[in-house]
């Protein structure tokens, strides 16, 4: 598998505190079956995307864990104004490894303009994925907006836990109701550290296996972000249900007790396989 959202870097962002929580990290996923790991720095207004330590470290590390992992660089580029330039002004330079897939946070509301700005940066050669878009309080109260995004030809990236409820109910109807319709194209873990927000992917693809099939979690956790490493031209995928017919997405509380209780029969299979319920 390969984790395309995780925070790896130690010491640039809310993530790794220091060099060995990056390296307990690393084979915690690896002894989960991640074999590559985009190291996905945040850019914002709290963390500010400094380039010489950011390379300084991510060669620091890729030297350490030669043999255990190998690693991709790219960015978390919130979207607002400055960093919109910059990435316009500089093409690729947040893309993950320089080759155009680019992963993308959003603000907390949506200006008129913002569609726009998406606009401007695919057209400056950037594949826009949108980083755990579940989780944003103005899509669950306008879900539309995924399906805009989505016919816009961007990509859509969910948070490993959140198919499970780590992020409360909402997340979990919403982020199902998406796998379901065949809208997501990426599962990551966005992990931070060992114990808060860990890196565990595998227990993401064995649920998505149970519930969708094998195909589908090779896609979402191998063949479509092995693309996105390789700047590779978008694979095929299957057609994403109710997109352009309009179909409202549901996401309601009997949504969400539908998924409590598939989660609840899993249990036995995932008991099976982990021991911490993270």
Sequence with gaps: MIDIHHHLIYGVDD???DLET???MAQEAASEG???????????????????LIQE????????LSGVM????????????????????????????????????????FPAEFNAELAKLQSAGYTLILAHPERYHAVRDNPELIAEWMRAGCLMQITAASLYGRFGNTAEALA????????????ATDAHRINWRPPHLKKAYEYIRERAGEETARRLCVTNPQAAVDGAPWPEQPTPRGLWENEPLDFSRARAQACAA?????????????????
């Design 262 to 278: 598939q989660r609840t029969g899993l249990r036995g299979v995932w008991s099976r396989l982990f021991k911490s319920g993270n």
């Design 176 to 187: 199902n109701e998406l796998l379901d319709r065949n809208w997501i194209h990426f599962i």
């Design 34 to 52: 991640v074999t590559r790991i985009v190291c996905t720095p945040h850019a914002n207004a709290d963390y500010h995307f400094e380039d010489a």
């Design 70 to 109: 190998e690693l991709s660089l790219g960015c978390e580029l919130h979207l607002f104004p400055e960093n919109i330039a910059s990435a316009l002004a500089t093409p690729r330079r947040y893309s993950i490894d320089g080759r155009g897939y680019l992963l993308v946070e959003f603000p907390d509301t």
């Design 22 to 24: 990056s390296v307990a």
């Design 15 to 17: 993530g790794a505190l």
């Design 57 to 64: 470290r991510f060669a620091e590390l890729r030297e350490r």
